[in-house]
């Protein structure tokens, strides 16, 4: 099963709305990262936070940790029609050099 | 800099066919794997590199053969297509280990169908 499952499955807002998208994991992790994939293109790497670290933010991103929880979400702020693509959580459980495990993303529509 | 280049971008290939998808970076990473998405699901790691002349087998390894003979070029080879190898291919690469700090740049894809 996926180390890394995200939630909602899909997403749909309007623009200047928050988008919040949420992950869980089943293991101890070293860190997390985010990743934005538009239609038919390749991943984005958007931030990593490590297993030590709370809160992160970058822009309008607003990644947070609970690894009490094993969860971690996304907040987009103040979203635009370009923040319209798929958006995945990957895992580094830290016992396998470079192997990140990714979860089956949410899709976020953003409508003008 | 071409940053992650994936060719062919699209494949059709009958059962039981082979073929090598090709993957080239020119940003010096010495770290480079190979994931497939399939509809509904995240990436799965296939094989991965550290460096050249290194390879190692990720989650789902089994149908499919890499090298590394040069610290630019990780091909991937399918030895003898089935459908259950239709998917979308990605290659990634960083200059260390992704489960660092360090960005993994991925290329556009190869969509290949197995009829």
């Known amino acids: 099963s996926q180390q890394g499952e995200e939630d909602p499955q899909a997403l749909s807002i309007q623009e200047g709305e928050n988008a919040t998208m949420n992950c869980s994991y089943k293991?101890?992790?070293?860190?997390l990262q985010w990743y934005r994939q538009n239609s038919g293109r390749g991943l984005v790497h958007l931030i990593l936070?490590?297993?030590?670290?709370r809160e992160k933010h970058s822009g309008r991103l607003r990644v947070t940790l609970d690894t009490s929880k094993k969860s971690s979400s996304l907040l987009i702020t103040a979203s635009r029609a370009a923040d319209t693509a798929s958006y995945f959580c990957?895992?580094?459980?830290?016992?396998?050099?470079?192997?990140?495990?990714f979860g089956q993303g949410t899709i976020l529509t953003v409508h003008p | 800099n071409a940053g992650v280049t994936q060719t062919p971008k699209f494949q059709v290939l009958k059962t039981g066919q082979s073929m090598t998808l090709q993957c080239a970076q020119d940003?010096?990473?010495?770290?480079m794997s190979w994931y497939r998405q399939d509809p509904g699901m995240g990436l799965r790691l296939i094989h991965y590199?550290?460096?050249?002349?290194?390879?190692d087998q990720g989650e789902v390894p089994n149908g499919y053969n890499v090298s590394r003979s040069t610290t630019e070029d990780f091909p991937l080879r399918l030895l003898s297509a089935a459908p259950s190898q239709t998917s979308v291919y990605f290659c990634?690469?960083?200059?260390?280990?992704?489960?660092?700090?360090?960005?993994?740049?991925f290329g556009p894809g190869t969509r290949l169908t197995v009829l």
């Open positions: 590199s550290v460096g050249a002349g290194i390879t």
């Open positions: 990634a690469s960083s200059y260390i280990a992704p489960s660092s700090t360090d960005t993994q740049y």
């Open positions: 940003m010096n990473h010495e770290y």
């Open positions: 936070i490590r297993s030590n670290e």
């Open positions: 293991t101890s992790i070293n860190n």
């Open positions: 990957a895992t580094d459980r830290g016992t396998s050099y470079g192997k990140l495990t």
